[in-house]
């Protein structure tokens, strides 16, 4: 089985402090995605990348900025927490198979992030 | 741009009934993917069933199937037999190729015992 893990299910922060979300998957994926979940507005994506070293942003991108130097880990980082970045980030990871693209993406189970 | 739209924030359900969570789209493609996903309270987000808009019969997993209309662009899941480990969150998703995925904003289904 696919196994996404998330550093912490439950992070309280300060206004202004640098927050690190870490999320690793073992099953050798390619790409992999930071999202945040919000009632009402569902999974926006934040960054993603289709390989080591590379990163692309994605509809939410401002804020945050993301790591990935090995093929297992991505990273998220918030610069500078703000309490509106105060939400639910999911990480996620999938296959490019060959011919179809991206493959169905598997979660890891959320870091519930509070910026007070 | 590709849009999801679920209509139905909410939806309740006897259980052992069944229930049809809806789910529509947009997009001028022709060659796409569809997947429904589910998220159980506090737990993590898992597939439930996907569709390759290259075929015309529907998918099914189990009490899991979809209704899936290409020309109205409607992409429909139906929960057949309802039980209480059904209750979650459901978020219809796109995707194009090798774009990112689009999440709707999501159904919170209750399951009524």
């Known amino acids: 089985d696919v196994k996404v893990t998330q550093s912490s299910r439950y992070l309280v922060k300060r206004t202004g402090e640098k927050v690190f979300l870490e999320c690793v998957q073992d099953?050798?994926?390619?790409?992999m995605f930071w999202y945040r979940q919000d009632p009402g507005l569902g999974l926006r994506l934040i960054y993603f990348?289709?390989?080591?070293?590379?990163?692309e942003k994605g509809d939410i991108p401002e804020g945050y900025s993301v790591s990935r130097e090995k093929k297992e880990r991505f990273s998220l980082i918030l610069e500078s927490a703000s309490t509106n970045q105060t939400s639910m980030y999911l990480c996620?990871?999938?296959?490019?198979?060959?011919?179809?693209?991206?493959?169905?993406?598997?979660f890891g189970p959320g870091t519930r992030l509070t910026v007070l | 741009a590709q849009t999801v739209t679920q209509s139905q924030p909410e939806m309740s359900v006897q259980e052992a009934e069944t229930v049809t969570l809806s789910c529509t789209y947009d997009?001028?493609?022709?060659?796409?993917?569809l997947f429904w996903y589910k998220q159980p309270p506090s737990r993590q987000m898992i597939l439930v069933i996907r569709?390759?808009?290259?075929?015309?019969q529907n998918a099914t997993e189990n009490r899991f199937s979809v209704n899936f209309q290409k020309a109205a662009k409607s992409f429909s899941l139906k929960i057949s037999d309802s039980q209480l480990g059904d209750a979650a969150m459901y978020f219809c998703?796109?995707?194009?190729?090798?774009?990112?995925?689009?999440f709707g904003k999501g159904t919170r289904l209750h399951i009524l015992p």
């Open positions: 997009t001028s493609e022709s060659d796409y993917y």
């Open positions: 990348s289709y390989d080591v070293k590379m990163k």
């Open positions: 996620a990871s999938s296959l490019t198979l060959p011919g179809q693209g991206v493959d169905t993406q598997y």
């Open positions: 569709q390759e808009a290259y075929k015309q």
């Open positions: 998703a796109y995707r194009f190729r090798d774009d990112k995925i689009i």
């Open positions: 099953m050798d994926h390619e790409n």
